[in-house]
């Protein structure tokens, strides 16, 4: 089976890993996307802020490889602070519907001690099935 890395135009190249990577059968893997632009850069720094640009990161890698956000199946949160997720968690509601709709696919949440990029709050992993018809 062979895999084709799936790179959003425009975007900074990932360095050591891979944004997204498409099998042959339609399974897109999406590396954990943190709230940073295209040009990796926080423009927030809040919660809600980098979740967004989170979700708009990963709807970005899905799209770039022919699909929708109905198409994804597993989101894995991880999170730098609990406390501030569960204070926001209407706003997270709506900012979630905002950038995928009224999708919900499988969801786990992790709480971290930290991510690789220090002023992350969170970082968000997703599995999508795309079909080729």
């Not at 199946?73 to 997720?85: F, G, Q």
């Amino acid at each position: 089976m062979a895999h084709r890395t799936i790179q959003p135009e425009g975007w900074l190249p990932a360095k050591g890993y891979a944004n997204g990577m498409l099998s042959d059968d339609g399974h897109l893997f999406v590396g954990g996307q943190i709230g940073w632009t295209a040009e990796q850069k926080f423009e927030a720094h809040d919660f809600i802020g980098q979740m967004t640009q989170a979700l708009r990161n990963i709807r970005a890698v899905v799209e770039a490889a022919g699909g929708t956000p109905e198409d994804i199946t597993r989101l894995t949160w991880y999170v730098t602070d609990k406390a501030e997720y569960v204070a926001a968690q209407g706003e997270v509601g709506r900012a979630y519907r905002e950038v995928m709709g009224r999708h919900f696919p499988a969801m786990a949440m992790v709480v971290v001690a930290g991510l690789v990029e220090d002023e992350a709050k969170v970082e968000i992993e997703a599995d999508a099935v795309i079909s080729k018809g």
